[in-house]
């Protein structure tokens, strides 16, 4: 009895991202052929997400039944052949942003300090118009800035930032009222200093 053909097996993709991605090994089917993974499962494709490099194989298995010709006597036979494919796994970048949360006054500027790790060949891309790896952040208003790094092997990582704007306006003011323990004065001069009861109901701010 023949054994089934080796089975054809391919891994799409055959590269991925650790925990970013999944991938899909799968055989090409031979009709009247069953087959297994290395996983436990059955059927034509299995879905993978390993955390480090796995190789995975699949069973092909024949059964067919025929008379034994010196008993008579229907006998199941079944053979099988076997290969598979391997599915790689890239580590990602990490990304974060300093500050995470600012508040500047309108019109002025904050620089957003950005530290990474296996970034390789990193591109940055900014939202909000912001480019670079320490990019300096003006905006008219309150605004999250995202970070999106990329790697040589395609993985990606993201951190926002938010920068807060406050109005700067101008300060008030505030009347000046002079007192003293015995003073009996109006409180407008340090020579002629007033209670602290009078103190209290003259002392006003404005602004």
Same mark, same amino acid.
């Given at each position: 009895?023949?054994?089934?053909?080796?089975?054809?097996?391919?891994?799409?993709?055959?590269?991925?991202?650790?925990?970013?991605?999944?991938?899909?090994? *799968? @055989?090409?089917?031979?009709? %009247?052929?069953? $087959?297994? #993974? /290395?996983? +436990?499962? !059955? =059927?034509?494709?299995?879905?993978? &997400?390993?955390?480090?490099?796995?190789?995975?194989?699949?069973?092909?298995?024949?059964?067919?039944?025929?008379?034994?010709?010196?008993?008579?006597?229907?006998?199941?036979?079944?053979?099988?052949?076997?290969?598979?494919?391997?599915?790689?796994?890239?580590?990602?970048?990490?990304?974060?942003?300093?500050?995470?949360?600012?508040?500047?006054?309108?019109?002025?500027?904050?620089?957003?300090?950005? *530290? @990474?790790?296996?970034?390789? %060949?990193?591109? $940055?891309? #900014? /939202?909000? +118009?912001? !480019? =670079?790896?320490?990019?300096?952040? &003006?905006?008219?208003?309150?605004?999250?800035?995202?970070?999106?790094?990329?790697?040589?092997?395609?993985?990606?990582?993201?951190?926002?930032?938010?920068?807060?704007?406050?109005?700067?306006?101008?300060?008030?003011?505030?009347?000046?009222?002079?007192?003293?323990?015995?003073?009996?004065?109006?409180?407008?001069?340090?020579?002629?200093?007033?209670?602290?009861?009078?103190?209290?109901?003259?002392?006003?701010?404005?602004?």
């Amino acid at each position: 009895m023949p054994k089934p053909a080796t089975p054809t097996v391919s891994a799409s993709p055959s590269s991925i991202c650790r925990g970013q991605q999944s991938a899909t090994v *799968s @055989v090409t089917p031979v009709s %009247g052929v069953s $087959y297994s #993974w /290395s996983t +436990g499962e !059955s =059927g034509t494709s299995v879905t993978v &997400s390993p955390t480090a490099y796995r190789y995975y194989s699949v069973t092909a298995s024949l059964t067919t039944t025929s008379a034994n010709p010196n008993t008579n006597i229907n006998e199941t036979r079944t053979c099988t052949s076997s290969a598979g494919a391997s599915v790689s796994v890239n580590t990602p970048p990490s990304v974060s942003i300093t500050p995470a949360e600012s508040t500047i006054c309108e019109g002025n500027s904050i620089q957003l300090s950005t *530290s @990474v790790s296996n970034c390789n %060949g990193c591109v $940055y891309a #900014w /939202s909000n +118009g912001l !480019s =670079g790896a320490n990019p300096s952040a &003006s905006p008219s208003s309150s605004t999250t800035y995202t970070l999106t790094v990329t790697n040589s092997s395609g993985c990606t990582a993201t951190a926002n930032a938010t920068v807060n704007t406050t109005s700067s306006g101008e300060a008030g003011s505030c009347n000046v009222v002079y007192v003293s323990t015995t003073g009996g004065g109006n409180g407008l001069s340090p020579y002629e200093p007033t209670d602290i009861f009078t103190a209290l109901s003259n002392f006003t701010c404005s602004g």
